[in-house]
C-alpha cells in the first residue's frame, strides 16, 4: 500500500514555463516533507522540504505547496531550466520516532529547448 | 570532502553467491542508510544506524546484514544472492535523526542477480 503516491510517472515542460510536480500522501500522521532531485547515476539530492505547520516553503526558483486537508503538495519550479531535468522523489515522515522517511515512485521531468 | 561514497558502482551476481556492498562517509555523520530501489519505484529503507555498533531494521531487511563498527563505514552484506535483490542500492547519512537534518546519498550500486 502507497502511503505517498506520485501518480505521473513523467513530464515535460518547455524551458522558461512554470514546472508544477504533484504529490499525494494517505498517512494522515505525517508532518514533514520533502522533495529530492535524482540525476541518472547519481543519488538523490535535497531539494526542499516543509513542516505541516506551513502550507508554503520557497527557496530560490522551487516552491513547495502543502495542503493538508486534501493530503496534497506540489513542488514548483520557475523558470524552469535544462539543468532541472531530472526525476524528482517526494517523500513523508512522522514524528513517530521510528526514523523513517517513505518516498514516491519518482516523476521524471523534461525540459524541453 | 568526498561524501558518501559506494563501492563498487556494478555487480553481477549468481543465485545464491554472497557479497557486500561498501559504504564510507567523511562528514562523521551519526546516522547511516541502506536503501534500495527497484524499477519504476521509490527507494525503500533496507536498514539504518544510528551510531557505531547499533542498527535496525527498516522496510524491507529481509535477506540483508548490516554492521557498523566505525562511524565512518556501514557495508551491506547479502549472503544468498536472489534475483528479486536485483535493484541499485542507496546508502545515505546524516548528522542526526533530526528530521530537518538532510539526507546525504552515496551515487548507488547497481546489483543485477542471475
Known amino acids: 500500500d502507497q502511503q505517498v503516491k506520485q501518480n505521473s510517472p513523467s513530464l515535460s515542460v518547455q524551458e522558461g514555463r512554470i514546472s508544477i510536480l504533484n504529490c499525494d500522501y494517505t498517512n494522515s500522521m505525517f508532518d514533514y516533507f520533502l522533495w529530492y532531485k535524482k540525476y541518472p547515476a547519481e543519488g538523490p539530492t535535497f531539494l526542499i522540504s516543509i513542516s505541516s505547520i506551513k502550507d508554503k516553503n520557497e527557496d530560490g526558483r522551487f516552491t513547495v505547496f502543502l495542503n493538508k486537508s486534501a493530503k496534497h503538495l506540489s513542488l514548483h519550479i520557475v523558470p524552469s531550466q535544462p539543468g532541472d531535468s531530472a526525476v524528482y522523489f517526494c517523500?513523508?515522515?512522522?514524528?513517530?520516532?521510528?526514523?523513517?522517511?517513505?518516498f514516491g515512485k519518482g516523476t521524471r521531468l523534461h525540459i524541453l529547448p | 570532502n568526498a561524501g558518501v561514497t559506494q563501492t563498487p558502482k556494478f555487480r553481477i551476481l549468481k543465485i545464491g553467491q554472497s557479497m557486500t556492498l561498501q559504504c564510507t562517509q567523511d562528514?562523521?555523520?551519526?546516522?547511516m542508510y541502506w536503501y534500495r530501489q527497484d524499477p519504476g519505484m521509490g527507494l525503500k529503507l533496507i536498514y539504518y544506524?544510528?551510531?557505531?555498533?547499533?542498527?535496525d531494521k527498516g522496510e524491507v531487511p529481509n535477506g540483508y546484514n548490516v554492521s557498523r563498527s566505525t562511524t565512518e563505514d556501514f557495508p551491506l552484506r547479502l549472503e544468498l544472492a536472489a534475483p528479486s535483490q536485483t535493484s541499485v542500492y542507496f546508502c545515505?547519512?546524516?548528522?542526526?535523526?533530526?528530521?530537518?537534518?538532510?539526507?546525504?546519498f552515496g551515487p548507488g550500486t547497481r546489483l543485477l542477480v542471475l
Open positions: 544506524s544510528v551510531g557505531a555498533g547499533i542498527t
Open positions: 562528514m562523521n555523520h551519526n546516522y
Open positions: 545515505a547519512s546524516s548528522y542526526s535523526w533530526n528530521r530537518e537534518e538532510t539526507q546525504y
Open positions: 517523500a513523508a515522515s512522522e514524528d513517530s520516532g521510528d526514523d523513517k522517511i517513505i
